[in-house]
């Protein structure tokens, strides 16, 4: 069984430690020579529809709909055309609007996921184009889509998905900055640039890998604790969204992902002396206004952890408790890295609570029901 683990204690920490290996895979064959374009062989949208398309629609249920909020994030900021999210159960049944220049993207790891296959099939119904991000090219989500965008992250075997998710924000870059290039919304140098970016993240993610004990002590100081805290502005708010369902769904502990600018209206209620709050801090534009939500949480006892990149750890130490350095990265392309520290921090929490990590109570792998 460990042979299967590849030397691992269980399929999730394996499957983290993979994740170079899928970043790399799924960028593979898809940026050109030069390392200034991306190339999509395959695709059935041409380049007069992307041209056309007027709004972006993305859907999928749990880890895959946090991907799509980094998608939006992503999309919004190189092509600027607008982007609304929906989890799949929502969409199929609030007669979405969408006309022929909608696209849809569904998301979803195993490609089987019932209501995700049901959104796709009522966007399709409304004569929209529908992309797939999945992990497996066989499923029903990819046979039924108009296009696919293979994420190759190899088979995910535990319930909480790590690479799979962080391959569907590789995908998300690909395919934003081939609309970019399309549609002529992104300077080459600022495309190549973020090209050559994406070509550092396996090794940052490699080196985030081979340091890990500041995590597993912190997963243990928490899972001491019932109820805790994320927040985060932008990308950041997305990637917490992710860290907070990641840690209920192995570690059961509770946990509420917040925008930090939203904490104060209601849940700063809930800050109490000793009460953990991780911050993710990486988004240059809204550092300081980060920091200030911090240092209101701070006031009322909270005790802090910040994931940041080394540059602002020490600015920082002077208004929390804990840090947590990142490698540096465009900040487009953060959610890729700061995903890693979280992930670590549920496997090591549930771990120190003794659940089992790969399969939690409750929860399927792949929910073909609805
Ligand atoms: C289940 C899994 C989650 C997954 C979700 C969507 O709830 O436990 O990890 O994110 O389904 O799955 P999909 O295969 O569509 O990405």
């Given at each position: 069984v460990t042979a299967e683990k590849g030397g691992f204690d269980h399929f999730m920490l394996?499957?983290?430690h993979e994740q170079p290996k899928a970043y790399r895979d799924t960028m593979l064959g898809r940026i050109d020579e030069s390392g200034r374009k991306i190339v999509f062989k395959d695709l059935k949208l041409s380049e007069e529809q992307i041209r056309s398309i007027t709004n972006i629609q993305i859907v999928a249920c749990g880890t895959a709909y946090h991907a799509g909020l980094v998608g939006?994030?992503?999309?919004?900021?190189?092509?600027?055309?607008?982007?609304?999210?929906?989890?799949?159960?929502?969409?199929?049944?609030?007669?979405?609007?969408?006309?022929?220049?909608?696209?849809?993207?569904?998301?979803?790891?195993?490609?089987?996921?019932a209501?995700?296959?049901?959104?796709?099939?009522e966007a399709k119904s409304k004569g929209a184009h529908v992309l797939a991000i999945t992990n497996v090219v066989g499923s029903s989500i990819a046979r039924e889509a108009d296009?696919?965008?293979g994420t190759l992250a190899g088979p995910e075997i535990a319930v909480a998905s790590t690479k799979a998710y962080s391959s569907q924000l590789i995908a998300f870059y690909l395919f934003g900055l081939y609309l970019a290039q399309v549609r002529g919304t992104l300077a080459e140098e600022a495309a190549a640039e973020i090209i050559a970016a994406m070509g550092s993240l396996p090794e940052q993610v490699e080196s985030m890998l081979s340091n890990t004990e500041a995590i597993k002590d912190y997963?243990?100081?928490?899972?001491?604790?019932?109820h805790l805290f994320f927040i985060g502005r932008g990308q950041d708010y997305a990637v917490a969204q992710e860290g907070s369902l990641k840690l209920k769904e192995i570690s059961y502990i509770h946990s509420e992902?917040?925008?930090?600018?939203?904490?104060?209206?209601?849940?700063?209620?809930?800050?109490?002396?000793?009460?953990?709050?991780?911050?993710?801090?990486?988004?240059?534009d809204v550092m300081e206004k980060t920091v200030s939500n911090i240092k209101e949480v701070k006031a009322r006892g909270a005790d802090v952890m910040v994931i940041t990149y080394?540059?602002?750890?020490?600015?920082?130490?002077?208004?929390?408790?804990?840090?947590?350095?990142?490698?540096?990265?465009?900040?487009?392309l953060t959610a890729a890295?700061?995903?890693?520290?979280?992930?670590?921090?549920?496997?090591?929490?549930?771990?120190?609570?003794?659940?089992?990590?790969d399969k939690p109570r409750n929860l399927a792998k792949s929910v073909t029901v609805e």
């Amino acid at each position: 069984v460990t042979a299967e683990k590849g030397g691992f204690d269980h399929f999730m920490l394996k499957e983290i430690h993979e994740q170079p290996k899928a970043y790399r895979d799924t960028m593979l064959g898809r940026i050109d020579e030069s390392g200034r374009k991306i190339v999509f062989k395959d695709l059935k949208l041409s380049e007069e529809q992307i041209r056309s398309i007027t709004n972006i629609q993305i859907v999928a249920c749990g880890t895959a709909y946090h991907a799509g909020l980094v998608g939006r994030s992503v999309i919004e900021q190189l092509v600027r055309i607008p982007v609304e999210n929906d989890v799949a159960s929502e969409y199929r049944y609030r007669n979405p609007i969408v006309t022929p220049e909608t696209l849809v993207i569904v998301v979803s790891q195993s490609g089987e996921t019932a209501d995700t296959l049901a959104a796709l099939r009522e966007a399709k119904s409304k004569g929209a184009h529908v992309l797939a991000i999945t992990n497996v090219v066989g499923s029903s989500i990819a046979r039924e889509a108009d296009d696919v965008l293979g994420t190759l992250a190899g088979p995910e075997i535990a319930v909480a998905s790590t690479k799979a998710y962080s391959s569907q924000l590789i995908a998300f870059y690909l395919f934003g900055l081939y609309l970019a290039q399309v549609r002529g919304t992104l300077a080459e140098e600022a495309a190549a640039e973020i090209i050559a970016a994406m070509g550092s993240l396996p090794e940052q993610v490699e080196s985030m890998l081979s340091n890990t004990e500041a995590i597993k002590d912190y997963a243990e100081q928490i899972s001491k604790h019932q109820h805790l805290f994320f927040i985060g502005r932008g990308q950041d708010y997305a990637v917490a969204q992710e860290g907070s369902l990641k840690l209920k769904e192995i570690s059961y502990i509770h946990s509420e992902a917040y925008a930090a600018g939203e904490l104060k209206h209601g849940t700063l209620a809930l800050i109490e002396d000793g009460i953990p709050v991780i911050a993710l801090a990486t988004q240059e534009d809204v550092m300081e206004k980060t920091v200030s939500n911090i240092k209101e949480v701070k006031a009322r006892g909270a005790d802090v952890m910040v994931i940041t990149y080394e540059e602002h750890v020490v600015n920082l130490l002077k208004s929390v408790d804990q840090a947590f350095a990142i490698p540096k990265t465009l900040p487009v392309l953060t959610a890729a890295l700061s995903v890693v520290p979280l992930q670590l921090l549920a496997y090591y929490a549930s771990l120190a609570l003794g659940h089992d990590v790969d399969k939690p109570r409750n929860l399927a792998k792949s929910v073909t029901v609805e």
